[in-house]
């Protein structure tokens, strides 16, 4: 029979020495004081330099923009829930901020135009609604003769949503499911 003693922690073997180092708290003098869970934003990044190519800066210029535009900067609990995702999903979300903030941005290409303020016509009256739907029109007939289809476009969106406020988008009269 064998005699069998028992092993101590101290007698465990231990694994070998690696030369990685540990990773580094963030500090004020960092350039990007962005905390990370191990390499998963690099990962992210990786995924979408292969996505996007050469437009992976700007494109992250539009996620970022649209981010803070939102105030996701300044909520730490969501912070700590983005770094706990994978580097798949955490692409994917910064896939969908870039394309909220290029349709956001009121100069295209330019992220720091990006503006979500409220609706500024909340509870305005016909009148008001009226002034601004022809003050559009005017924008969007401009927009096109200048070439800029894109702005046209945007003006068209709120032109939209200013009409439904003024006019309502519910069924037309009959009922049969059709809308304007």
Same mark, same amino acid.
């Not at 998963?40 to 923009?65: H, M, S």
């Given at each position: 029979m ?5 092993? =101590? ?9 690696? =030369? ?34 050469g ?5 992250? *210029?539009?996620?970022d923009?649209?981010?803070? $535009?939102?105030?996701v ?11 706990a995702?994978?580097?798949? =999903?955490?692409?994917? $979300? ?17 992220p ?23 003050q559009?029109?005017? *924008? ?11 702005? $046209?476009?945007?003006?068209?969106? *709120?032109?939209? $949503? ?5 006019? #309502?988008? #519910?069924?037309i ?8």
């Amino acid at each position: 029979m064998t005699d069998q003693t028992e092993m =101590t922690v101290a007698d465990a073997p231990t694994a070998p020495a690696t =030369t990685e180092a540990a990773p580094t708290e963030v500090t004020p003098t960092d350039p990007d004081p962005t905390p990370t869970t191990g390499n998963t934003l690099d990962a992210a990044r990786a995924i979408l330099a292969q996505r996007w190519g050469g437009d992976v800066d700007v494109n992250l *210029e539009f996620a970022d923009a649209a981010a803070a $535009a939102a105030g996701v900067f300044d909520n730490p609990a969501l912070l700590a829930a983005f770094d706990a995702l994978d580097a798949d =999903t955490q692409a994917a $979300a910064a896939e969908m901020f870039a394309r909220i903030g290029r349709q956001s941005a009121t100069e295209a290409g330019d992220p720091s135009t990006i503006d979500f303020t409220p609706d500024p016509l909340a509870g305005a009256d016909a009148q008001t609604l009226q002034s601004r739907y022809d003050q559009l029109t005017d *924008e969007i007939h401009a927009a096109h003769v200048r070439g800029e289809g894109w702005v $046209a476009q945007r003006l068209d969106d *709120e032109r939209r $949503a200013v009409s439904a406020k003024l006019h #309502g988008d #519910g069924p037309i009269v009959g009922a049969s499911g059709r809308r304007m």
